[in-house]
């Protein structure tokens, strides 16, 4: 593909639900982030996979989230027990090495919670 | 932890005019990237500093990297409606593997 792609574009799910996202990176890029905006707000890190591993995972707000890259290509992050609070858009961005690289982003996931 | 702060917050202009956005860091960056992110739109790269003091030129558009690496600035000269959207940095700092975003600044301009 000629961009990052990600899954659903909307989701609209009840409190208490558990919902994953999924992230296809540009072919070839290591290194893959998953950031959060809410409106009016700048991209908020979540986390960083360079490979199949979770180089930085300082931005999950909290053990609701987790994020897996199995093979090293395409990511999904997961969000248990969903709150009202966790509506934003859910942004992937791919890089050819590593966060030094011009992140390409993808269309994002608009997430709410009702 | 490292924050990131962007002023203006908004900004409205006639085309044709100037307009400046600042960024600022609490810490220093190794390196600091602009995005420009249209309205319904998702970030795209426009530039990466990443000496001090470096100033990069795209048409109109002029990047700066202060000489401390924890402030930027983005200038755009002669404002088009086709500048319109948020502009955001994002820095990463020395000790950092993460980019952090602004809040940005969001650009209307007038025909």
């Known amino acids: 593909g000629a961009g990052v792609s990600q899954t659903p574009s909307n989701k609209v799910t009840e409190k208490g639900k558990y919902v994953e996202l999924r992230c296809d990176p540009i072919s070839g890029h290591t290194a893959l982030y998953w950031y959060r905006q809410s409106l009016g707000q700048g991209p908020e890190f979540l986390i960083y996979f360079q490979g199949t591993g979770a180089a930085d995972d300082s931005g999950l707000p909290n053990d609701r989230f987790f994020a897996v890259r199995p093979e090293g290509s395409v990511s999904t992050l997961k969000i248990q027990r969903t709150e009202r609070g966790d509506s934003a858009v859910y942004l992937c961005a791919s890089s050819p090495t590593g966060p030094g690289d011009t992140q390409y982003f993808g269309p994002g996931t608009r997430l709410t919670v009702l | 932890g490292q924050q990131v702060m962007q002023i203006p917050q908004y900004q409205h202009v006639q085309e044709g005019e100037d307009f400046t956005t600042y960024c600022n860091s609490s810490t220093t960056l190794s390196n600091i990237q602009w995005y420009k992110q249209r309205p319904g739109g998702h970030p795209v790269f426009l530039i990466q500093?990443?000496?001090?003091?470096e100033v990069k030129k795209q048409k109109r558009l002029t990047f700066q990297f202060g000489e401390a690496k924890k402030n930027s600035s983005l200038h755009i000269t002669a404002t088009q409606t086709t500048d319109v959207g948020t502009y955001f940095c994002a820095g990463r700092d020395t000790g950092r593997r993460a980019l952090t975003f602004g809040s940005g600044t969001r650009l209307q301009v007038q025909p």
């Open positions: 500093l990443v000496k001090s003091g």
